[in-house]
């Protein structure tokens, strides 16, 4: 059906909302503003075009006020509105079943047919929707009548930009490029595609669906072109791994007379931090400091990060301390950037500055320094920072209480850990894993194999680090059978494909019990190249069982992959020394000093009486 303004029913105009026509659960008529998708200019106000199954869906009478109310209310996500509107429908008692129905519908699929009816006000013929399940598994395009003009609604609509812009916009919340496709040649046919506005919106669109190819059409055809135009097609290059294409638009940018500003620049450090392209980064911090925008807070945090990812910390604390206004954005990028650079001291000395300071952490701050405590092995700090996650209301986060459980395993209490595991309320898949792991690490095997099965019986689908962590448990254990059964279990029961790792735990499970055959038949069975830690699992168990001929087979393949790592040569040496083969011994000593450098001292640390003290070299070194 199609509604024109003329069918205005009278009573809008004498008082809507009187007691012989009430209003629809406090929603009124929309106010008639300029930008309103409901404003008496727009087409969405001169007719609504909706399909029948809409109409029975909502089993109203779809008067226009009730129809312009009620996409205005959902388009802007209004939920308070909306939910006046169903509570004046339950109370009218129209249709009960499929208001609950639509309450407990997805949003993917409610905003989808939503989407549909609005852009049938914009000249497309009412198209018919299809049911839950085809929109979601369905890969085929439309039908075609769903973009064929209704002639008569296009004379009578006044189309802006802006409409367009919305839709645009919806359907990429949607993720829906077919519906961009369509909406895309409505902008042709109506003039509006080469505006700037719109033109960005298409690009961004296409750029966010990662259609590059077409992004890069809509640029090219846009006569006048803004920053915000350049900064979106260069973002789209970014961040679909287009490096040449990217630099190049940066070029060809710079010489259309744009500089560039925070967005454009913080796009392309952050495509150097993620590529580990530290000389490109060095570059385009050279051109930002000549720019004068290092002092940007969305440049400096991705200067920071980039340093840090690219393990050059010395640079990220120098752009940090340079930054004047730091957000609490900034401080967590370098306190990660130290911790995951193994600089744990400093990165809890900036936790401290960042305590006494006017920022507070949020719980990305407080995730990142219980990991650093864990790495550390200092269960002062942990007990410390677990102290003020409890004082400021930060028990609820499910990131720290991951990182608790993690923190508290690695610093030797494995009975804070479990505690900090039963205060979790709704445990997830990673809170149990880190569980098992953390059971794992100890050595509690039937610990850690009965966490996973009650894990199990709560209906939590395990993923590959849970698999691992079980393995593990069973390997150190030697629970072979068990072990194996859980790795045939992940296999065939939940589709998990192993990885290099999950091989080695089954390998290093059977070598340890002795079963070098059948791990070598799961080494051979392997559907990838094994790496250095499957090989280093065997040949560790080969030096146990004296097997001197499967270590020199797997040694070889060692020496390919790992030519200069001493541990490699001292494992099949002291297997030629078990075996009395000192000539072989003669030539891989030989060999070690030609391709290998000096070993790099190993340190032992302990935790004293809230002092660390460290072991290194015969020396004690007592740290508080």
Same mark, same amino acid.
């Given at each position: 059906m199609v509604i024109y303004a003329s069918d205005k029913p009278d009573f809008l105009d004498s008082g809507y909302g009187t007691k012989t026509q009430p209003t629809m659960g406090g929603v009124k008529d929309p106010p008639l503003e300029e930008d309103s998708s409901c404003a008496s200019s727009s087409p969405e106000r001169s007719f609504v075009s909706l399909d029948p199954y809409a109409s029975r869906y909502l089993s109203?009478?779809?008067?226009?006020?009730?129809?312009?109310?009620?996409?205005?209310?959902?388009?802007?996500?209004?939920?308070?509105?909306?939910?006046?509107?169903?509570?004046?429908?339950?109370?009218?008692?129209?249709?009960?079943?499929?208001?609950?129905?639509?309450?407990?519908?997805?949003?993917?699929?409610?905003?989808?047919?939503?989407?549909?009816?609005?852009?049938?006000?914009?000249?497309?013929?009412?198209?018919?929707?299809?049911?839950e399940d085809s929109l979601v598994t369905s890969d085929q395009p439309y039908p075609c009548n769903a973009c064929r003009t209704n002639r008569e609604v296009t004379n009578r609509s006044n189309l802006k930009s802006r409409n367009f812009i919305r839709l645009l916009r919806l359907s990429l919340r949607l993720n829906d490029h077919l519906l961009g496709k369509?909406?895309?040649?409505?902008?042709?046919?109506?003039?509006?595609?080469?505006?700037?506005?719109?033109?960005?919106?298409?690009?961004?669109?296409?750029?966010k669906c990662r259609f590059v190819r077409e992004a890069r059409k809509v640029f090219d055809d846009m006569a006048s072109k803004d920053l915000a135009v350049w900064n979106i097609m260069l973002s789209c290059y970014l961040l679909n791994d287009y490096k040449r294409e990217a630099f190049?638009?940066?070029?060809?940018?710079?010489?259309?007379?744009?500089?560039?500003?925070?967005?454009?620049?913080?796009?392309?450090?952050?495509?150097?931090?993620?590529?580990i392209c530290y000389d490109l980064g060095i570059q385009t911090h050279c051109l930002i400091?000549?720019?004068?925008?290092?002092?940007?807070?969305?440049?400096? %945090? !991705?200067?920071?990060?980039? +340093? *840090?990812?690219?393990?050059?910390?010395?640079? =990220?604390?120098?752009? @940090?301390?340079? $930054?004047?206004n730091k957000n609490v954005v900034c401080w967590?990028?370098?306190?990660?950037?130290?911790?995951?650079?193994?600089?744990?001291?400093?990165?809890?000395?900036?936790?401290?500055?960042?305590?006494?300071?006017?920022?507070?952490?949020?719980?990305?701050?407080?995730?990142?320094?219980?990991?650093?405590?864990?790495?550390?092995a200092s269960s002062n700090e942990a007990t410390q920072v677990h102290g003020y996650v409890v004082k400021n209301g930060f028990q609820a986060y499910l990131s720290i209480g991951n990182a608790l459980i993690i923190a508290y395993a690695k610093c030797g209490s494995i009975d804070n850990s479990a505690r900090a595991f039963s205060l979790i309320p709704t445990p997830d898949c990673v809170?149990? %894993? !880190?569980?098992?792991?953390? +059971? *794992?690490?100890?050595?509690?095997?039937?610990? =850690?194999?009965?966490? @996973?099965?009650? $894990?199990?019986?709560?209906?939590?689908?395990?993923?590959?680090?849970?698999?691992l962590a079980v393995i593990s448990a069973c390997s150190h254990a030697g629970f072979v059978d068990a072990g194996v059964h859980y790795f045939s279990t992940m296999i065939k029961n939940y589709q998990i494909k192993p990885s290099s790792e999950h091989f080695a735990c089954l390998i290093d499970l059977l070598s340890r019990a002795g079963y070098l055959d059948e791990a070598s038949d799961v080494l051979a069975s392997m559907p990838f190249e094994p790496d250095a830690s499957v090989l280093g699992a065997l040949i560790g168990a080969c030096n146990v069982h004296r097997n001197a001929k499967l270590a020199e087979w797997v040694a070889e393949k060692l020496f390919y992959l790992e030519p200069r790592k001493l541990v490699n040569y001292a494992l099949l040496s002291n297997i030629y020394?078990?075996?009395?083969?000192?000539?072989?011994?003669?030539?891989?000593?030989?060999?070690?000093?030609q391709m290998c450098s000096l070993k790099i001292p190993g340190c032992s640390w302990i935790e004293i009486d809230k002092r660390n003290m460290t072991y290194e070299d015969g020396n004690l070194d007592l740290a508080g």
């Open positions: 109203l009478s779809m008067e226009h006020h009730v129809v312009c109310g009620y996409l205005k209310i959902l388009t802007e996500q209004r939920d308070q509105a909306r939910k006046e509107l169903e509570a004046a429908l339950f109370r009218e008692k129209k249709n009960q079943t499929e208001i609950v129905q639509l309450r407990r519908e997805k949003e993917y699929n409610f905003s989808h047919k939503l989407l549909h009816v609005v852009a049938a006000s914009t000249g497309l013929t009412p198209c018919p929707f299809r049911s369509q909406l895309h040649c409505l902008t042709m046919k109506f003039g509006v595609a080469y505006d700037v506005f719109v033109g960005s919106a298409l690009s961004n669109m296409y750029s190049n638009l940066f070029h060809s940018m710079r010489t259309e007379g744009f500089i560039g500003d925070g967005f454009t620049f913080s796009s392309l450090i952050n495509f150097c931090s993620r590529m400091i000549k720019l004068a925008l290092e002092s940007d807070l969305v440049v400096g %945090s !991705s200067l920071v990060d980039m +340093y *840090a990812k690219c393990a050059v910390i010395k640079d =990220a604390r120098h752009v @940090f301390d340079r $930054m004047d967590n990028t370098i306190i990660v950037g130290y911790g995951k650079c193994g600089e744990g001291k400093e990165a809890l000395m900036l936790f401290n500055n960042m305590l006494r300071g006017r920022l507070k952490p949020d719980g990305l701050t407080l995730a990142s320094i219980l990991s650093t405590c864990a790495n550390l809170t149990w %894993s !880190s569980m098992i792991s953390s +059971y *794992a690490h100890h050595g509690l095997a039937m610990e =850690a194999i009965n966490k @996973f099965e009650v $894990m199990l019986h709560d209906g939590i689908k395990p993923n590959r680090i849970t698999f020394v078990t075996e009395g083969h000192w000539e072989n011994v003669s030539y891989l000593r030989r060999r070690m000093k």
